[in-house]
């Protein structure tokens, strides 16, 4: 236990307890070198590169037998976000997380609590010093404003600066031609429904195979996302309760996680079929995180926590619960380095909630103006609530068929032009692009890359909004503006407007529809493709752009409807 004073205020000390990592063979050196007050980080002997976090092979030679050295503890503050929501019971709000990075090596950063600083001296560039804190076997490296030092110029390296060339088509077809989407569906979508999840799944999945008029014996393929990895609140359990419930006995099944993001499973569907496996493979994917929220707060659910293991090893102890948190700080980087502010974002989250409105399936269709935007609370800066995507209850389901039995489908099919999944960067959220969300960038250049078509023949995008600035890195990443450049290109919030240049996820995005987590973007694509959205129908829509994830990873497909 330790006491922590809140960035800003004048209260007493708050006791907090924090969750503690979980050291593994790789990390128990780092979580404990702190005993002599020396923070260690690994260096290869063979080019002197520092590797963070810890592996066994160096980053830039990618040598064996790398050592614990010793480090000044000095650092750098690169981005950093104040959190004000209570994710933890033991770790009361307001407190700073940020990424600062070693003198020694600017590339060797660390996700970390700022301590001893009041907010309003919070910025990008000043200098800090590491103060460990003990929990038992284990010794936090947190930082604190170091004043022997001068500010320093923070110099991120743009997107993708060194990133490797994207590969050339490897064929004279690609396999986007051989497939079509053909059908899709969705389930009943809401607040805290407490309906079981395998439901949900199940009626999307038949509402798709009724929309592309096939049968359940038709579908010979299944794939889903995240499979039985996660929280449960993020997925039906995966394939086994679907396939059961559904009767299904496929020749092939997806279930996973690692894809390049929730749209990974529809493209490991794409592939399935292009290559002869399959010839309709249903993809689904299902939420239940407001009923699994409300649950664990009613104690109907036991999610009593160990200690923090994988992604949030180096995360959770410093009470980084949340994409918000992680993501906020990305977003602090970017304003530091392109100047813009909180009307860039405030402008997604006030056009989207426009377009919500005449949508009559999303969450929030009410209005707000940007006096409403910026008087909403804080959730970690730069990040109020309508920054935040909404948590639901909902399943979605899509049908990938052989592109040859299109013409038999009752409905128009829509076809794939190119996808993007290429990994240009390291698959993280503190070691690779700052500046903007990481795992965007790579595969939209992939995308581009496997086609003709252009950024300006793009009639609506269906980008990733799972916090407004998820959209401003997919709008620059793609090419629609350059880098630091979405504030004059959104003008305003004219040019997402459904009759503006780009009209952006006209069903009100995961902001306002709520979060059915990468699907619901397909989902709509899929609808304005066909002429079928009603009151918030984009005049005239052949060519679609939709992003899903981001982050580590995420993954880019361009629709058309000829």
């Given at each position: 236990?330790?006491?922590?004073?809140?960035?800003?205020?004048?209260?007493?000390?708050v006791p907090i307890v924090r969750p503690l990592?979980?050291?593994?063979?790789?990390?128990?050196?780092?979580?404990?070198?702190?005993?002599?007050?020396?923070?260690?980080?690994?260096?290869?002997?063979?080019?002197?590169?520092?590797?963070?976090?810890?592996?066994?092979?160096?980053?830039?030679?990618?040598?064996?037998?790398?050592?614990?050295?010793?480090?000044?503890?000095?650092?750098?503050?690169?981005?950093?976000?104040?959190?004000?929501?209570?994710?933890?019971?033991?770790?009361?709000?307001?407190?700073?997380?940020?990424?600062?990075?070693?003198?020694?090596?600017?590339?060797?950063?660390?996700?970390?609590?700022?301590?001893?600083?009041?907010?309003?001296?919070?910025?990008?560039?000043?200098?800090?010093?590491?103060?460990?804190?003990?929990?038992?076997?284990?010794?936090?490296?947190?930082?604190?404003?170091?004043?022997?030092?001068?500010?320093?110029?923070?110099?991120?390296?743009?997107?993708?600066?060194?990133?490797?060339?994207?590969?050339?088509?490897?064929?004279?077809?690609?396999?986007?031609?051989?497939?079509?989407?053909?059908?899709?569906?969705?389930?009943?979508?809401?607040?805290?429904?407490?309906?079981?999840?395998?439901?949900?799944?199940?009626?999307?999945?038949?509402?798709?195979?009724?929309?592309a008029g096939l049968t359940m014996a038709d579908?010979?393929?299944?794939?889903?996302?995240?499979?039985?990895?996660?929280?449960?609140?993020?997925?039906?359990?995966?394939?086994?309760?679907?396939?059961?419930?559904?009767?299904?006995?496929?020749?092939?099944?997806?279930?996973?996680?690692?894809?390049?993001?929730?749209?990974?499973?529809?493209?490991?569907?794409?592939?399935?079929?292009?290559?002869?496996?399959?010839?309709?493979?249903?993809?689904?994917?299902?939420?239940?995180?407001?009923?699994?929220?409300?649950?664990?707060?009613?104690?109907?659910?036991?999610?009593?926590?160990?200690?923090?293991?994988?992604?949030?090893?180096?995360?959770?102890?410093?009470?980084?619960?949340?994409?918000?948190?992680?993501?906020?700080?990305?977003?602090?980087?970017?304003?530091?380095?392109?100047?813009?502010?909180?009307?860039?974002?405030?402008?997604?989250?006030?056009?989207?909630?426009?377009?919500?409105?005449?949508?009559?399936?999303?969450?929030?269709?009410?209005?707000?103006?940007?006096?409403?935007?910026?008087?909403?609370?804080?959730?970690?800066?730069?990040?109020?609530?309508?920054?935040?995507?909404?948590?639901?209850?909902?399943?979605?389901?899509?049908?990938?068929?052989?592109?040859?039995?299109?013409?038999?489908?009752?409905?128009?099919?829509?076809?794939?032009?190119?996808?993007?999944?290429?990994?240009?960067?390291?698959?993280?959220?503190?070691?690779?692009?700052?500046?903007?969300?990481?795992?965007?960038?790579?595969?939209?250049?992939?995308?581009?890359?496997?086609?003709?078509?252009?950024?300006?023949?793009?009639?609506?995008?269906?980008?990733?909004?799972?916090?407004?600035?998820?959209?401003?890195?997919?709008?620059?990443?793609?090419?629609?503006?350059?880098?630091?450049?979405?504030?004059?290109?959104?003008?305003?919030?004219?040019?997402?407007?459904?009759?503006?240049?780009?009209?952006?996820?006209?069903?009100?995005?995961?902001?306002?529809?709520?979060?059915?987590?990468?699907?619901?973007?397909?989902?709509?694509?899929?609808?304005?493709?066909?002429?079928?959205?009603?009151?918030?129908?984009?005049?005239?829509?052949?060519?679609?752009?939709?992003?899903?994830?981001?982050?580590?990873?995420?993954?880019?497909?361009?629709?058309?409807?000829?």
């Open positions: 236990m330790t006491s922590s004073t809140s960035p800003g205020s004048d209260a007493e000390p990592p979980q050291p593994t063979l790789a990390s128990e050196r780092f979580w404990t070198s702190g005993a002599d007050g020396v923070l260690r980080i690994l260096r290869c002997p063979a080019c002197g590169s520092r590797t963070h976090p810890p592996t066994p092979r160096c980053r830039t030679c990618h040598g064996p037998g790398l050592e614990w050295e010793p480090v000044s503890g000095r650092a750098v503050v690169l981005g950093f976000t104040v959190n004000h929501q209570q994710w933890l019971r033991d770790m009361p709000p307001p407190y700073v997380v940020a990424v600062v990075a070693l003198v020694e090596d600017p590339a060797v950063r660390l996700t970390t609590n700022l301590v001893g600083v009041e907010a309003e001296d919070l910025r990008v560039g000043m200098p800090v010093r590491v103060r460990f804190e003990q929990s038992g076997d284990v010794h936090l490296p947190l930082f604190e404003p170091d004043p022997e030092r001068a500010d320093a110029c923070v110099d991120v390296p743009e997107p993708l600066a060194a990133a490797p060339a994207v590969p050339a088509l490897l064929s004279a077809q690609k396999f986007e031609e051989r497939v079509a989407l053909t059908g899709v569906g969705q389930s009943e979508v809401g607040r805290r429904l407490m309906v079981d999840p395998v439901e949900l799944a199940v009626s999307a999945c038949e509402a798709a195979v009724a929309d579908i010979d393929g299944i794939s889903t996302y995240p499979g039985r990895s996660g929280s449960p609140g993020m997925s039906e359990g995966g394939v086994p309760p679907v396939v059961e419930a559904l009767g299904l006995r496929p020749t092939w099944i997806n279930g996973a996680g690692d894809t390049p993001g929730q749209a990974g499973a529809i493209i490991a569907a794409m592939l399935a079929v292009s290559s002869g496996l399959c010839r309709h493979v249903l993809c689904v994917r299902t939420v239940w995180e407001a009923s699994f929220a409300s649950m664990v707060r009613d104690g109907r659910w036991d999610a009593t926590a160990g200690r923090a293991t994988g992604i949030m090893e180096e995360r959770a102890p410093y009470g980084a619960m949340s994409a918000a948190n992680w993501i906020g700080i990305h977003a602090s980087q970017y304003f530091h380095r392109y100047g813009a502010d909180r009307s860039l974002l405030g402008t997604v989250a006030v056009s989207t909630r426009a377009h919500a409105g005449r949508n009559p399936e999303a969450i929030y269709r009410d209005p707000i103006t940007m006096a409403d935007y910026y008087a909403a609370r804080m959730v970690t800066t730069p990040f109020g609530l309508y920054d935040c995507d909404v948590p639901v209850d909902g399943a979605v389901a899509v049908i990938v068929s052989a592109v040859e039995t299109a013409a038999d489908r009752p409905r128009p099919a829509i076809l794939v032009d190119a996808v993007g999944t290429h990994v240009s960067e390291r698959l993280s959220w503190d070691q690779g692009t700052l500046t903007h969300e990481p795992q965007t960038w790579g595969p939209a250049r992939h995308l581009w890359s496997r086609t003709t078509l252009r950024p300006d023949d793009v009639d609506l995008a269906l980008l990733y909004d799972g916090f407004t600035f998820n959209a401003v890195s997919w709008l620059e990443a793609l090419g629609f503006c350059g880098p630091g450049e979405a504030t004059g290109f959104v003008d305003g919030g004219r040019a997402l407007a459904l009759d503006g240049a780009l009209p952006l996820n006209p069903h009100g995005g995961q902001l306002s529809a709520g979060r059915l987590h990468g699907f619901g973007y397909v989902r709509e694509a899929m609808i304005q493709l066909r002429g079928q959205a009603g009151e918030r129908q984009v005049a005239d829509s052949k060519v679609a752009v939709v992003t899903t994830g981001g982050g580590a990873p995420g993954s880019a497909l361009l629709l058309r409807t000829s």
